[in-house]
């Protein structure tokens, strides 16, 4: 099961708004068997290794050449572009990421309306965290 959902805890963070985070999360709670545990992870605003100005934020990501394929990358209709910056062994994306703020989290998984109960809420190295039991 945590194979199934590394896929969905890993991107809360990369979706531009409210309705596309707490859509995420209820598919995850919905996959979920009732008792099950989600643990979910998001970046910091509060982090020290990096200062953000805003909450909305490209970041690079360095993916090295020989994971790189000839395959197109795909926008969506009227999307924002990627930038590619080819630097030596590897080409930088720019990818999206919103940061929260210290209860922002909790507050998105209330707003689901799923019967959840959050086991513990804390502060990890540069991301909040959640463990979550669904009732």
Not at 21 to 30: D, N, T
Not at 109 to 128: C, P, Q, R
């Amino acid at each position: 099961m945590w194979q199934i959902l590394s896929n969905y805890l890993l991107v809360i963070h990369h979706f531009s708004n409210d309705l596309l985070r707490i859509q995420a999360l209820k598919e995850i709670f919905r996959i979920v068997k009732k008792g099950g545990k989600i643990l979910v992870y998001v970046w910091a605003m509060e982090q020290k290794e990096k200062k953000f100005i805003e909450q909305d934020n490209f970041v690079p990501w360095h993916l090295q050449n020989k994971y790189e394929n000839e395959t197109k990358v795909e926008t969506l209709e009227n999307g924002p572009s990627i930038m590619k910056v080819k630097k030596i062994d590897c080409t930088v994306y720019q990818r999206y990421y919103h940061v929260f703020y210290k209860g922002e989290l909790e507050d998105i998984i209330i707003k689901t309306g799923v019967e959840v109960e959050i086991l513990k809420s804390y502060f990890d190295h540069a991301n909040w965290a959640c463990i979550i039991k669904k009732k």
